[in-house]
């Protein structure tokens, strides 16, 4: 699967209510680094899923913290993205398959628990180098 399908994809747990969209995915690096390949970068895993009640587009950057300029737009694209959330990976119980002949074209949909938990989606600096 190309995470690209997954982007605006109708989200509903498994009671069939709708809970939002898919908006962006959040990646950790803690892995070793793929094989083959001698860099000192850990290997990429699929952390979880950020979820928006609206069709709202991306934060552009603003789901960090601390960032707040230009105030208007930062100001705007936090309140178009109240009610956002992460779902950790490990609550998704079903997500489009693109070879599915049964598919209906531009049918996307994303099903996670019903008991899944929801997560602070604001990213946080660490104490890099």
Same mark, same amino acid.
């Given at each position: 699967? =190309?995470? $690209?399908?997954?982007?605006? *994809? *109708?989200?509903? /747990? ?10 962006? #995915? ?15 970068? #850990? ?6 899923? =950020? =979820? @928006?009640?609206?069709? *709202? ?25 109240? $009610? @956002?959330?992460?779902?950790?990976? @490990? ?22 628990? /019903? ?6 989606? #604001?990213?946080?600096? @660490?104490?890099?180098?």
């Amino acid at each position: 699967m =190309i995470l $690209g399908d997954l982007l605006d *994809a *109708a989200v509903r /747990d498994q009671s069939g209510l709708l809970v939002g969209y898919v908006s962006d #995915a959040r990646l950790v690096l803690d892995g070793p680094p793929p094989a083959g390949h001698e860099s000192s970068l #850990a290997g990429a895993r699929l952390h979880g899923l =950020i =979820i @928006t009640p609206r069709k *709202a587009g991306s934060f552009l950057g603003y789901e960090r913290t601390g960032v707040g300029a230009p105030w208007p737009l930062a100001r705007w694209l936090r309140w178009r993205h109240r $009610g @956002t959330f992460l779902v950790h990976w @490990t609550d998704v119980v079903a997500v489009p398959d693109p070879e599915d002949p049964d598919r209906v074209e531009h049918e996307n949909l994303v099903v996670i628990r /019903d008991d899944h938990q929801r997560h602070d989606p #604001a990213l946080r600096p @660490t104490g890099g180098p």
